[in-house]
């Protein structure tokens, strides 16, 4: 190893560290909430309208209705987060139910987490907020947002 690769490797490991920790709460957070809105605007997009009404049994949602339920999660958890009221009124299950249209909706949806994140900070995640009539924190409203996208992320795929 000659000695300016050594030098190299040396800066590197110690400044490895150091980038890792300004990695933020909120900016895993987001990061996380990321994963899923890309996984899922893709499943939206790739999807031809025969599997937007595809429904794997009675008893559940089709791939229409998931995706407008998650639209509509994104303004319930992030208006929660955000401690303010949903900007959206509107129930995309119940109005929304082609292929564009809910993408559409999808896309306002997550454009407004991104909001919410763009105005949320380490030091606010801590903050009390009621999430469907529970006592929650911001950080935990934004995880649960997540995690409710990964699990219907999943019924996507399956």
């Known amino acids: 190893m000659t000695k300016k690769t050594m030098l190299a490797a040396v800066a590197l490991t110690l400044v490895a560290p150091a980038a890792a920790s300004a990695q933020t709460v909120t900016s895993t957070l ?33 791939t229409a209705e998931l995706l407008a339920h998650i639209a509509n999660a994104q303004y319930a958890f992030c208006s929660a987060a955000a401690g303010e009221s949903s900007p959206s009124s509107e129930n995309f299950e119940e109005t929304r139910t082609t292929k564009a249209a809910i993408i559409e909706a999808l896309e306002s949806a997550f454009a407004y987490c991104d909001g919410v994140f763009s105005r949320t900070n380490d030091a606010g995640l801590s903050r009390a907020v009621s999430l469907f009539g529970a006592p929650n924190t911001v950080g935990g409203v934004l995880a649960f947002n997540a995690a ?8 996507l795929v399956t």
């Open 30 to 62: 987001q990061g996380l909430f990321d994963i899923t809105k890309s996984n899922i605007a893709a499943t939206a997009e790739m999807l031809d309208d025969e599997m937007y009404a595809f429904r794997p049994t009675d008893e559940v949602r089709s």
């Open 148 to 155: 409710h996208n990964y699990e219907h992320y999943g019924n």
